[in-house]
């Protein structure tokens, strides 16, 4: 009955998305923070864009902030991990949101392709999102390594607490 009343509300929401490409990916990125899953916003956007509730624009829309949406549950789930754990997820968030950010001027004639090439709009959506990662995944192969050092210096692990001799001890207390 939860799952039912959720997607009953994802539902109403993503129906009543106007054509704002930002407002489609916020909604995208809350959504799959919401779900803890990208895979099930991208496979429900696909469906209500094939069965009409959902313009074919704003679902790619929607499939962007799903993969940033991914990448911020990613980073929520490192939190509290070491500080070499937490810059993998970080970068990963880093190469997603320029990724979107290169897109979005694009989406109007990807859309276009994907209308020539792919016959329903759900395969459109899910191949938009497959696309989408491929590109994103050899565009930035490249770029690993100096976002990499980037992240080391921008987050650096704290020293270590005891390793070295107090200094502000009166000496007869020690």
């Not at 020539?116 to 459109?124: A, D, E, Y």
């Not at 070295?164 to 000496?171: A, K, N, Q, S, V």
Request: aromatic share 4%; with cysteine.
């Amino acid at each position: 009955a939860e799952l039912e009343d959720l997607v009953r509300r994802e539902t109403g929401l993503l129906a009543a998305l106007p054509n704002e490409v930002l407002l489609d990916i916020v909604v995208g990125a809350a959504l799959t923070v919401l779900s803890y899953s990208s895979l099930a916003i991208v496979l429900l956007t696909a469906t209500l864009a094939g069965s009409g509730l959902v313009p074919a624009t704003a679902a790619l829309g929607l499939v962007l902030g799903a993969n940033i949406g991914s990448g911020v549950l990613a980073v929520l789930s490192t939190i509290n991990s070491p500080v070499a754990a937490r810059r993998l997820p970080i970068g990963n968030l880093v190469f997603k949101l320029i990724g979107c950010l290169l897109m979005l001027p694009l989406l109007g004639p990807v859309h276009v392709e994907l209308q020539q090439w792919v016959p329903t709009v759900p395969q459109q959506v899910v191949i938009f999102h497959l696309a989408f990662n491929i590109l994103l995944a050899v565009s930035f192969i490249g770029l690993t390594g100096a976002l990499a050092r980037v992240l080391e210096r921008w987050i650096s692990a704290p020293k270590a607490m005891g390793t070295e001799r107090p200094e502000h001890l009166d000496l007869s207390a020690l």
